[in-house]
């Protein structure tokens, strides 16, 4: 994804394949997106989320290790600050490859209820909008409901 910086000049700030920056305490990503392999749904927080990261971390699965990494990390210029951490806004940036149009648009996924209007979640989105399209999936308010061999489960 290119994003344009003030000035206009293109700018692969997101485009580094091996993070500058590492998780530290966040595990924001642990709650809104789905890993398959372990059956765990985009939206509710990760069974193996714990207040240090990640319990089962050194065996953790494959799409946790590598296949993904927030915009947050990934950013090399410094657009997205320290106060702007995931876990630190509520919301997880990523971009969205699925973009009907082709134009660069960015997903901000709450993590809490209200995160994007918050005073914080509301500033970033509205600083990144100056560069591309912003998109927010809000979080679930409501317990998710899940089905195990025809038996219903409320997490």
């Known amino acids: ?10 700018s692969a700030v997101f485009q580094n394949p091996i993070p500058p920056r590492t998780c530290g305490g966040c595990t924001g990503c642990c709650t809104v997106m789905a890993v398959g392999s372990i059956g765990k749904p985009a939206g509710t927080p990760c069974v193996h989320a ?8 050194e065996r953790r699965p494959a ?13 090399t210029e410094g657009l997205i600050g320290e106060e702007h951490r995931p876990d ?10 699925r973009s009907p149009d082709g134009r660069p ?4 996924r709450e993590i809490h209820p209200g995160a994007a209007d918050r005073s914080k979640g509301r500033h970033l989105i509205e600083f990144l909008r100056q560069f ?9 308010s409501e317990p998710v409901v899940m089905t195990v061999e025809g038996r219903g489960l409320t997490r």
């Open 88 to 97: 630190r806004v509520g919301l997880v940036l990523t971009d969205d490859s």
């Open 1 to 10: 994804m290119t994003c344009v910086v003030s000035g206009g000049a293109p």
């Open 132 to 140: 591309v399209r912003v998109t927010i999936v809000p979080a679930r």
């Open 63 to 75: 799409q946790c290790k590598s296949d993904f990494y927030c915009l947050w990390m990934r950013d």
């Open 105 to 108: 648009t960015l997903v901000a």
């Open 50 to 57: 714990c207040h240090e990261g990640c319990a089962i971390y």
